[in-house]
């Protein structure tokens, strides 16, 4: 092969090269440019939520409260200007000593709840009467109550509207070890916010527990 020939076939081979390079880098350049690269939620914006929840419990000690004093050890990208960052639950771990908030971005489901903690005291937050239920620190879900607490959330549930029904269709995501699955499924028992109910999966019939998070959305881990 002609040497002039052999060195026009490696520069294009290079030009084509460089260009495929550019091409690939170009929606990672133009998201940066734009401002579309999703960042967490900052530790101001999952305080105010706290806040604001706080505020609606009467929380008379909430000003007690510090961003500082939060422990976030996960949460979720932010693609939008409101995600619908919302307090799901307040719970206390007897174990940890910690006061657990369950926050959930609802604009953005497909993202699961997350936990943010804090040592603080429950009693200096004005939480100890308003706290629903009370992590026995045994794994998600298991839970203790007081008498008192158990008649007040009993009284809630009353009140609070069903947000799963027997027969009708829901959405349950599964959380796994760096996994999340989206699947379809039948709830076998009527369900309100934060409680635990039988759902099956019709592809599986699986019987499973799951958690009812919102109209026609469940969630559980595996």
Same mark, same amino acid.
């Given at each position: 092969m002609p040497a002039d020939l052999k060195s026009r076939i490696v520069s294009a081979l290079f030009l084509l090269l460089l260009l495929a390079l550019r091409r690939d880098a170009r @929606? $990672?350049?133009?998201?940066l440019r734009n401002g579309l690269a999703p960042r967490p939620l900052s530790r101001q914006e999952i305080f105010q939520t706290i806040q604001?929840? #706080? *505020? +609606?419990?009467? *929380? !008379?000690?909430?000003?007690? #409260?510090?961003?500082?004093d939060l422990n976030i050890q996960s949460s979720v990208p932010e693609f939008k #200007?409101?995600?619908g960052l919302k307090v799901m639950k307040v719970a206390f771990d007897p174990i940890r000593r910690e006061v657990v908030f369950e926050l959930w971005a609802s604009q953005e489901p497909q993202y699961l709840p997350f936990e943010v903690t804090?040592?603080?005291?429950? +009693?200096?937050?004005? !939480?100890?009467?308003? !706290? *629903?239920?009370?992590s026995g620190g045994a794994g998600r879900g298991a839970r203790t109550e007081s008498p008192a607490l158990g008649r007040e959330m009993n009284?809630?549930?009353?009140? $609070? @509207?069903? !947000? $799963?029904? @027997?027969?009708?269709? *829901?959405?349950? #995501?599964?959380?796994? +070890?760096?996994?999340?699955?989206t699947t379809a499924v039948v709830?076998? +028992? @009527?369900?309100?916010?934060g409680q635990l109910i039988l759902v099956r999966d019709p592809a599986t019939m699986r019987v499973m527990k799951a958690e009812v998070v919102d109209q026609g959305l469940l969630w559980t881990s595996f």
């Open positions: @929606p $990672a350049d133009a998201t604001d929840d #706080l *505020a +609606q419990r009467g *929380a !008379l000690g909430r000003g007690e #409260l510090r961003p500082g #200007l409101d995600m804090t040592r603080r005291d429950p +009693q200096s937050l004005g !939480l100890t009467s308003n !706290l *629903a239920w009370k009284s809630t549930r009353v009140k $609070a @509207p069903v !947000l $799963a029904k @027997p027969g009708r269709m *829901a959405t349950l #995501l599964m959380l796994g +070890q760096n996994v999340r699955i709830p076998l +028992q @009527p369900g309100v916010k």
